[in-house]
Each structure stands twice: as structure tokens, then as C-alpha cells.
């Protein structure tokens, strides 16, 4: 039904000239006026960049489900009308401020943003700004901030995986589901049961790197855990579907099991019967992501670094399902809202 309201309230996009003060340059961007509608592009004017800032010509943008949330008001941020959306994006370093010295112009960087990477340009602070190592490409370095992030915090911060554990990874297909596979089994050497809605996403997951696969769509999650590792069970589950997903994973968890929470793609949020816990001596944790970017910048910092790491190793394989143009934004969010993503989404500023 959202994505019926979305798409059919206004063109995909309007493109509008908003002067701004004196004669300065201006630069595209998407821009949410009012929730709920679509997005405009607008020519806005650059500003200046204050001492710690950095003025960075993005290339890249990724597009995730909180984006969306966020431009209909859903979101636990709620920025001020009108705001730009993009929480992650790589590009070059056109500008420093003053006390800037951990990254000069031409750098190639990734950037964590607030809400404003949707645009040909974004001013940040420094310290949310990492370089980019050699042989990384800015398309690949543009999916590790939010969804590879996610993945390294959920399986080695949260859950402690260890090398020969199994894990069950819901909404297995999507963005962060295909990092937690990646991550899995390419740098902690775990096995994985992927779990998705559709035979489709159940092959990509199978050839990113599961050993099993699940299509939840067509009976009980919890059975055809148990026909593939019997009643022993998984030892961690990385849970974005929440809902009946969730608690039927949980019921799979192995003895001293981890199940961790990182979104709500289902759109339910299952209430945690405490029996399964201590039946089983089992944990339920939870993962926000922007929260230790807040709470804890270096530990958020740290695992960032080592999703670069891991790229220009060639131990991790980001893979980009989609690429919009900016004046495609709206496409770009219909096409996560119903559900035909399958890996990172981005938004191409070039």
C-alpha cells in the first residue's frame, strides 16, 4: 500500500532552481520538502566550509530502508524540513577547513552523513570522513558504511562468532543480508543458512557464499532449519525481518545461541517469549547502527576501517544489485519499498 501512495502522488521527480545567497556556485540535490510525497531535485548554493569540514564532490550514494522511513517521518531522527537524504557515499575531497589535516583535496574517501548524501556535494566533519585505500573502486566503497558496518558489528561485536559456527541470516538477499554471508564466510569462516522470501533471492545468497538456502515463503522457517542441521540448532541468527520470522528463528537457536536484531523489514516487531531464553540459556541482543556512531565512534570507527581492510584484501565482495541516476531517486525507493532490491541500492551523482 506504501509504495501504491508513493508512486502514484507526483512525477518521479521535479527539478527547480532555488537561488540562494550572492552569485556562488550551485550543485543538485534531492531534497524532501514535505514527508510522505517524493522527492525533488533541486540547484541549490554551495556554502561555505567551516574550520573542521570538508567539502567532498560525491560520486556514490547509498540508498537504504531508512532513507525512506526518514522522508515519511518514521524514523527515530527526524530532521528539519526540507532535508537531504543519504546516510553513506564516497567521493573525492574537493575542499578542507582550516584544521583539517587528516585528508587533503583529491583524497578518495567514504563518508557517514547525518541525512544530506543524496547531492552532488556534501559538507561533513572530518572525523566522519575515512580514506579510501588503493584498488578499492568508489562504486564498491559506497555499500560499506551502513550495510558491512552492520554486518562485522552484528556477527563478531554483538554475537562473538566464531569459525565453524552456523548462522541463520534472514532478509538473506538484501544489502545488509549479503554482507552478513560475505562477512561469515569469507573473514570468520562460519557457515551459513540463508534465509529469503523467493527462490530468486535464495539462488543469489546460495552463490554470494551460503551453504544452505531457505525460501520462508513456502512453510515454517523452524522445520526446515531443523531438516538441514537437526535439533541441535544454530549457534547465532541475524535477524532483519522481525515478526513471525524472528520468533521462529529464535526457536532454532542451538544451546547458548545469539540472536541479534537489526531491522524490521517485515514491518512487525515480535514480542521475545523470556522462556526461549532460558530454556536454552540463549541471548537476544539488539543492533543500531547509528547509535554507535553516537555511543561508541571507535568501535563504529575501527569496524569501518576494517570493512575497507577487507575490500582491498579481496575478502569481501560487496555486491551492487542496482544503480539509479539522482533524478531517478523516487525510482530508486520504489524499487527497495517493493521489494526488488537484491544487494546495495545506489544512487549515481555522475
Given at each position: 500500500?506504501?509504495?501504491?501512495?508513493?508512486?502514484?502522488?507526483?512525477?518521479?521527480?521535479?527539478?527547480?532552481?532555488?537561488?540562494?545567497?550572492?552569485?556562488?556556485?550551485?550543485?543538485?540535490?534531492?531534497?524532501?520538502?514535505?514527508?510522505?510525497?517524493?522527492?525533488?531535485?533541486?540547484?541549490?548554493?554551495?556554502c561555505p566550509v567551516r574550520p573542521h569540514e570538508v567539502r567532498v564532490d560525491v560520486h556514490f550514494?547509498?540508498?537504504?530502508?531508512?532513507?525512506?522511513?526518514?522522508?515519511?517521518?518514521?524514523?527515530?531522527?527526524?530532521?528539519?524540513?526540507?532535508?537531504?537524504?543519504?546516510?553513506?557515499?564516497?567521493?573525492?575531497?574537493?575542499?578542507?577547513?582550516?584544521?583539517?589535516?587528516?585528508?587533503?583535496?583529491?583524497?578518495?574517501?567514504?563518508?557517514?552523513?547525518?541525512?544530506?548524501?543524496?547531492?552532488?556535494?556534501?559538507?561533513?566533519?572530518?572525523?566522519?570522513?575515512?580514506?579510501?585505500?588503493?584498488?578499492?573502486?568508489?562504486?564498491?566503497?559506497?555499500?560499506?558504511?551502513?550495510?558491512?558496518?552492520?554486518?562485522?558489528?552484528?556477527?563478531?561485536?554483538?554475537?562473538?562468532?566464531?569459525?565453524?559456527?552456523?548462522?541463520?541470516?534472514?532478509?538473506?538477499?538484501?544489502?545488509?543480508?549479503?554482507?552478513?554471508?560475505?562477512?561469515?564466510?569469507?573473514?570468520?569462516?562460519?557457515?551459513?543458512?540463508?534465509?529469503?522470501?523467493?527462490?530468486?533471492?535464495?539462488?543469489?545468497?546460495?552463490?554470494?557464499?551460503?551453504?544452505?538456502?531457505?525460501?520462508?515463503?513456502?512453510?515454517?522457517?523452524?522445520?526446515?532449519?531443523?531438516?538441514?542441521?537437526?535439533?541441535?540448532?544454530?549457534?547465532?541468527?541475524?535477524?532483519?525481518?522481525?515478526?513471525?520470522?524472528f520468533l521462529e528463528a529464535l526457536r532454532s537457536l542451538a544451546w547458548e545461541g545469539r540472536i541479534?536484531?537489526?531491522?524490521?523489514?517485515?514491518?512487525?516487531?515480535?514480542?521475545?517469549?523470556?522462556?526461549?531464553?532460558?530454556?536454552?540459556?540463549?541471548?537476544?541482543?539488539?543492533?543500531?547502527?547509528?547509535?554507535?556512531?553516537?555511543?561508541?565512534?571507535?568501535?563504529?570507527?575501527?569496524?569501518?576501517?576494517s570493512a575497507l581492510q577487507y575490500c582491498q584484501q579481496g575478502r569481501i565482495q560487496p555486491h551492487?544489485?542496482?544503480?539509479?541516476?539522482?533524478?531517478?531517486?523516487?525510482?530508486?525507493?520504489?524499487?527497495?519499498?517493493?521489494?526488488?532490491?537484491?544487494?546495495?541500492?545506489?544512487?549515481?551523482?555522475?
Amino acid at each position: 500500500m506504501a509504495a501504491v501512495a508513493w508512486g502514484r502522488c507526483l512525477p518521479r521527480v521535479w527539478l527547480r532552481r532555488r537561488a540562494g545567497p550572492g552569485c556562488g556556485r550551485h550543485y543538485r540535490a534531492a531534497l524532501c520538502a514535505e514527508l510522505k510525497q517524493p522527492l525533488a531535485i533541486e540547484e541549490v548554493a554551495s556554502c561555505p566550509v567551516r574550520p573542521h569540514e570538508v567539502r567532498v564532490d560525491v560520486h556514490f550514494c547509498g540508498v537504504n530502508f531508512a532513507d525512506i522511513l526518514v522522508c515519511r517521518g518514521q524514523y527515530q531522527e527526524k530532521p528539519q524540513l526540507p532535508f537531504t537524504p543519504g546516510m553513506e557515499f564516497s567521493g573525492t575531497v574537493l575542499e578542507t577547513g582550516t584544521d583539517v589535516s587528516t585528508v587533503k583535496e583529491g583524497d578518495q574517501v567514504i563518508g557517514v552523513s547525518g541525512f544530506n548524501g543524496m547531492a552532488e556535494e556534501c559538507i561533513i566533519d572530518h572525523k566522519t570522513l575515512w580514506q579510501i585505500p588503493e584498488g578499492v573502486p568508489l562504486r564498491e566503497a559506497a555499500t560499506l558504511p551502513v550495510s558491512y558496518v552492520t554486518a562485522i558489528l552484528a556477527l563478531e561485536h554483538r554475537a562473538c562468532t566464531r569459525p565453524g559456527e552456523t548462522v541463520l541470516v534472514t532478509a538473506a538477499a538484501g544489502a545488509t543480508g549479503l554482507a552478513v554471508i560475505d562477512v561469515a564466510t569469507n573473514v570468520l569462516q562460519a557457515k551459513v543458512i540463508a534465509a529469503a522470501g523467493s527462490d530468486e533471492k535464495c539462488r543469489l545468497a546460495m552463490r554470494k557464499g551460503a551453504q544452505s538456502i531457505v525460501n520462508y515463503s513456502q512453510g515454517s522457517l523452524k522445520e526446515a532449519v531443523r531438516k538441514l542441521v537437526g535439533s541441535d540448532g544454530v549457534n547465532v541468527v541475524i535477524d532483519a525481518v522481525g515478526g513471525d520470522v524472528f520468533l521462529e528463528a529464535l526457536r532454532s537457536l542451538a544451546w547458548e545461541g545469539r540472536i541479534v536484531v537489526v531491522g524490521f523489514a517485515g514491518g512487525t516487531i515480535a514480542s521475545v517469549p523470556a522462556n526461549l531464553l532460558l530454556l536454552k540459556n540463549v541471548s537476544a541482543m539488539g543492533l543500531y547502527w547509528g547509535r554507535y556512531k553516537e555511543q561508541n565512534f571507535p568501535v563504529f570507527s575501527r569496524i569501518l576501517s576494517s570493512a575497507l581492510q577487507y575490500c582491498q584484501q579481496g575478502r569481501i565482495q560487496p555486491h551492487i544489485g542496482a544503480v539509479f541516476k539522482l533524478e531517478e531517486v523516487n525510482d530508486a525507493f520504489l524499487h527497495v519499498i517493493q521489494r526488488k532490491s537484491m544487494g546495495k541500492v545506489l544512487i549515481s551523482l555522475k
